[in-house]
């Protein structure tokens, strides 16, 4: 199915096929693409030649591919491969290396090609917080359509930039690629907005030389003296900003921020990191997650999302945030409940 355009931007993904190398070879087990059943197997087995490497994948590698043609035009896909561990299998290759499963992303833009990085992390955060670690824990429907969703790709007509330390303003479209305490600059043009984003702290003066470089950019670009600019130190909103984005996501800001449970837990920062607005019902979520963690009771998390009237999805992130951090530890999120590991066994 294609996706539907957003008010913040227009979606260029157009579905997902998801494959796994059986023992006797690959099998679609999930797909929401506009190709249908036939069109899509036929994708994939003309399409493996071409991906296909003797080479075996390095734990936690996600290798891509593309684009590539499918059978139904204006259709292309691009492919990404990774190994989970098999849970049954008989052939001695995939119980030594893993399974091979392959994300085919499939899209009517070439613009894709330039998230190739981002949507490497995405597949990489989704392993994470869905706590994917063998080929039966990816094959459940609600935990694919899940990813599906959470992968998608929105063009949100924001420009990006670095400064560098010579002073020149350089395009980008990976953070992976820009230093790591170079200011970003996005460029809104739709909203004639500039904002600067600070990643290390900054005296006045240098604040006052960034300003002095963006008013020389604004000059040379349409309808520039009309673009309102904004130089944003906190490091809070910067990350929330880099997330909306798609630099980073919000399961990055998680893990940064340091998410605290304990009775000194700041509502605030929560509230900032969810982007949604502060209420009572946020103790009784952190409560009821501490009384969990220690009575190792497992925690209904969709009990809790109808109790406390957050979403299901935040929850879950929220929760996989603290694990992956090592705030809570010998937890793990199965079956929309979070228990404790050693009782499940």
Not at 72 to 90: G, N, R
Not at 157 to 174: A, K, Q
């Amino acid at each position: 199915m294609s996706k539907e355009n957003t008010s913040s931007g227009s979606t260029i993904t157009d579905g997902l096929i998801i494959s796994v190398f059986e023992d006797n070879g690959p099998v679609n087990v999930y797909n929401s693409s506009p190709l249908n059943e036939s069109e899509a197997f036929n994708m994939v087995l003309k399409a493996l030649p071409a991906i296909g490497s003797d080479v075996p994948l390095e734990h936690g590698e996600i290798r891509s591919y593309g684009l590539i043609p499918t059978p139904k035009e204006p259709f292309l896909c691009l492919s990404f491969i990774f190994m989970l561990k098999a849970e049954k299998t008989d052939d001695s290759r995939i119980a030594r290396f893993g399974r091979i499963i392959v994300f085919w992303i499939i899209t009517r833009s070439s613009a894709l090609m330039k998230y190739i990085g981002l949507i490497k992390r995405m597949i990489r955060r989704e392993i994470q917080i869905y706590h994917i670690k063998t080929d039966t824990d990816l094959k459940k429907e609600e935990i694919m359509r899940k990813i599906d969703k959470r992968i998608q790709i929105i063009e949100v007509g924001i420009e990006s930039y670095y400064i560098s330390d010579m002073n020149s303003i350089e395009s980008f479209l990976d953070l992976a690629f820009v230093p790591k305490e170079a200011p970003i600059m996005l460029v809104d043009k739709p909203n004639n907005q500039i904002k600067v984003l600070l990643r290390s702290h900054s005296n006045p003066s240098r604040k006052m030389e960034l300003l002095q470089l963006v008013n020389d950019y604004k000059r040379n670009i349409p309808k520039g003296t009309i673009y309102k600019t904004e130089i944003i130190s906190d490091s809070l909103t910067v990350q929330q900003l880099l997330a909306k984005t798609g630099f980073i996501t919000q399961f990055d800001i998680g893990t940064t921020i340091r998410l605290r449970f304990t009775n000194e837990l700041t509502f605030e920062e929560l509230d900032s990191f969810f982007n949604f607005h502060l209420t009572p019902k946020r103790q009784q979520l952190v409560t009821q997650i501490i009384q969990a963690t220690d009575s190792k009771i497992p925690l209904n998390l969709y009990e809790l999302s109808v109790q406390t009237g957050i979403t299901m999805e935040l929850i879950e992130e929220f929760i996989a945030s603290a694990i992956n951090s090592g705030l809570i530890q010998d937890f793990e999120i199965k079956n929309g409940s979070l228990v404790f590991i050693k009782e499940v066994e």
